[in-house]
């Protein structure tokens, strides 16, 4: 299951989608994609209750979409990727921020870096919101400030509007992202502005949360 906003978000589950689809086919199951445009619970069901799947992976959910609940109830079987749900009882597949994080502040501290900013992601995704909470205690224990803070919705599109932001003033040496996909948007942007005249390519396959050498 997955949201449809754009093909910049289909580019980047592709990858998510495939590595499913590889393992499923060591176990005989096969992937199909299901477009959740706000689909109802009863619809939702349908999808497995008429054995049309075995089960749903959800891709992208807020922490409080109130639906996983009640799917529950029915006992229908899934999983969220990269999100908790609200009610905790739904199993999820969750990336661990902190490994990422920390790397991250080492590679900051051994570097001349004066201003760093950061594109918060915001408080729909649970991800977002561990990634910012663990990235500020991580921050604060490295004895770093923060010079520029601006506010996203985890899109692709908050990425792009966030590099406007970022320009006004001086643009920080370093931004930090709480998930791919803004931080895409952001590159994108800063791209088409031309600010970007060196990235660190490496740390895009080190950790998830893209780092921008500016």
Known sequence: MLTLN?????????????????????FDYSVNIIIDEN?????????????RTDGLIFLEVKWN????????????PMVQLSNISSDNLIPI?????????????????????????????GDEYSNSINCREYFY????????????VVKGDSSFSSGENAAKQFIEGTLPDIIFCTNDLIALGLVRELQKMGLIYQMKLEYVDMITYLCLIL
Do not use: W
């Open 65 to 76: 979409d109130e639906r996983f609940l009640k799917l529950h109830e029915k006992h229908i």
């Open 93 to 121: 597949v969750e990336k661990c921020p902190e490994n990422g994080i920390n790397e991250l502040i080492q590679y900051i501290m051994t570097r001349e870096v004066n201003t760093i900013g950061f594109l918060d992601g």
């Open 39 to 51: 689909l109802s619970v009863d619809e939702l069901a349908k999808q497995v209750l008429t054995r």
């Open 6 to 26: 754009g093909s910049s978000r289909i580019e980047y589950l592709a990858h998510s989608i495939n590595g499913m689809a590889i393992k499923a086919r060591e």
């Open 137 to 148: 205690k991580a921050m604060k224990n490295a004895n770093l400030e923060l010079t520029k």
